[in-house]
């Protein structure tokens, strides 16, 4: 009974979504036909009608239907994506499709201008191809094992995002657009990008209609599925196939949509939908709806405020607090758990592999103090050169080691914590929320002091923090709530920072400069401070090894061996959360060292809680600090960013590790 | 061939390059700058110039006034060079309230002066006048200082009267982004305040934020009939291609009566050279014509 009144409401609910939907389309194509209505179409004046017509016909219409049609892929694309994965926080930007299509945008607009043949729209869906297939071709030796594929997806991403973003920062305020695609703009000039949609879209539904059987098997777990006679590892490469197509040619044709793709499945499964042909219907409408409603407030407010908002960043707004929203609605269901070994040796040594490392680190540190660059070309700074270069040194490469730990630190935590290899620092949102706060202060109070900025981005990390911490408490800590949660919030923060970077004024550049991580703005004060944080956050770490022994074990495991499972995991929250702001503090967002520190650690062999979480502080610090060092030297004298630099140099050996693990 | 490392450093640290240009001035200070628009201010006004940042761009895209040869680059503005900077040794950095972040290090190595030219409620005019003479004031240079307010005032109200006699439509002044968007330059920014001078009027009366535009779905340009639309080089390749075939584009009331002119690139975001190469631009376009899109 309950349930069923509960049923009526959604339905209710959804209805009356429809309908706001409805008549926010309508608004906006009256405002289009102007003070003569339908007239204009059907008894046209050429005289003053003519372009009132052709805006109707060729811009408002296509556009409402590229919001329906693109929302509906994304929510397919969604529902394939998450169910082969097994992962709930698996999209199109998870397996790096976006970055992808974004990086042959960008390189081909800034390297290669005359290769006019090609269209924008080719381009992305071949970048958006290539990148997707190398995660499966990483994926491929291991039947495309869930946890390995959404790893090598968020690496391929990481390291796309890294180097788009290098090069609209060489480039300058002349690549605008990057930051327009980015956030995925609907408006339109024709009719052929809603067909080119609606074609690929028939296609796709079809083939998931296909798969339906296959992905409701899978769920059964790998095992189960072979036995009933399933090629697993055909039926996960063919699902992702469609996802990908789908995805990619949404993002070549309308930009980054992200949060549709996520959102949609998520709030299917919260509605009810569990079985996979109930999800595979239910999420395209989802996605159709959130979209075209998205795209028509966006047009209402466009229309009355002039500007042109991207509706992708929009989606990202609305969709963020709505999934925080739903979050208590979402049934508790487990994730079936991932039964492949782990692979990789175990070191027999392990502090001894920890003595190594801090060995490497101390001749880095030495190396990036001597060794530089001038106008002349390398060289080997001794006595007086030495002394003279040495206070623009070492205060950089203290913050980029003291920020290299922290987050290290930050993500060893989180991943021993949720047991998911995909979380990082950046999923709980922290780095967003300060990097807005920075952000709302450098665009309120144009020339804000630095110390003004500072506190803005400390104010962000806590705020930040507090909701996080208030999602812990209010709902039971279960790892998935709380990384669906922190991408929420990062995702409401991300999206303001592209509204705000997509007007290309001054304060953009200020902005990205902050967002890609740098180490230049460092005093020596601030990296005295900085050393000192570390310290003082990394101390206490000890008394966690126990829990975080025991932690990744599973919750019933970890309770039965008598530890208060909220209560440390809330502490733990605390603490990652404490030493992401305060690396964001010094030196900006640094997200991937926190995601690859740890996992660099445990191929070392380092596995035990203490020496794993010691070995990743140590290699936090030394990625930093390499990262520092040869940006440094790469562009003399254009630098490239610290965070850029370090997805750089990180992601391939973490991307050849996995390949050599696998063929063992 | 390049002279050895040590020397070259010297030189520069000793302000040679101002000494090469005036000899009469050997003890003046020279300067460093973090800002385009200051950077184009104090070359204007001969002020010694040791160090600037993202020169390889600047050559591009500003191209006005000339860099002089030995000039050093700092990198990107976000993240300067500091070994560079310290080894070119500027009396003064200039730079703009949008590094405060960088402050506290560029304070190690010499005074920095920081002046706002494009804020929000401010004629970016007068303040590139206001600082032109600041800087005239600290590097003992009022005369240039003067000079370069008097002749960019001259030039404005040349060019204005020259179009006086001409018959004019308003325009939109834009950059393309991409085939589907562009960014338009209200009342407010330095391009429209040109405009303003040149007694042209700016087609888009909606709001814009100081110097920044927003970007604009193309749509909107139809909103003015009778307007002119002018585009600020360079144009995205792949607009230049999908344009001339947007069903929109050729239907908008300029492009049909022939409208449209790109002019070449003008930092808009620049002080007093940037609106005198603005001005000069727009003046040659309008009364010589320009070249439309495609």
New interface residues.
Partial sequence: MVEARQHHRFLAAGGALVLLSAMLSLYAVLAGLGPRGLAVLTAPQPAMDGLRRIIVLHALLPRIAVALIAGAALGLAGALLQRVLRNPIADASTLGISAGAQLALVAATAFLPELGGLARETLALVGGLASVAIVLALGWRRGFEPTTLALAGLLIGLLCASAGAAIILFSGQYLTSMFLWGGGSLAQQSWEPAKTLALRLLIAAGLAALLQRPLAVLALGEAGARNLGLSVRGARFYTVLVAVALAGSVVSQVGMIGFVGLAAPNIARMLGARRAGALLVASPLIGSLLLSLTDGLVQATNAASGLGTPTGAVAALLGGPFLLFLLPRLPIYTMPQDDAPLTGAVARRPWRLVAGTAAVLLVILLCALAIGRDADGFELATGAAFSELLPWRWPRLVAAMAAGAMLAAAGALIQRMTGNPLASPEVLGISSAAGLGLSLTIVLVPGAAWWLQGLACAAGAALGLLILLAIARHFELTANRMLLGGIALAAFSGAILTVILARGGLESFAILAWLTGSTQQVTPELAVAGALTTAVLLLPLPLFARWLQILPLGDAASASLGIAIASAKTRLVIVASLLTGGATLFVGPVSFVGLMAPHLARMLGLRSAGAHLTGSVLVGALLLATADWLSRLMFFPYQMPVGLFASLIGGPYLIWTLVKNRSR | M?PP?LS??RLIALGVAGLIASPARATEITAAAIDWAMLETALAMHIPVVAGA?LL?YRK?VIEPALPPEI?????????????L??AAPGLILS??????????LR?IAPVL?M?I???GRDPYEAAEAAAFELGRRFGREAAAEGLVRETREQLSATASALAARPRSPLFVI?I?????F?VFGTDSMVGTVLKRLGLVNAWE??T?Y??????????L?DNPDAAIVILA?V???A???LPE????R???AVRAGRVMVIDPVNH?GGLPAARRLARLLGAALSEGAPGLG
């Fill in positions: 390049s490392a070259r450093r993202e761009l895209f050093a680059d700092l990198g990107l503005r976000g993240t300067i060079n500091f070994e560079v310290s080894r703009s309230p949008w590094y405060t972040r960088l402050e506290p290090n190690r920081s706002r494009h804020e929000r950059t982004g991409d085939p589907r968007h960014r909606r709001q934020s110097s920044v535009q927003a970007p604009v779905d193309i749509v909107t139809a360079p995205p390749d792949d230049r291609r999908v947007s069903e929109i584009w239907n908008l009331p975001f």
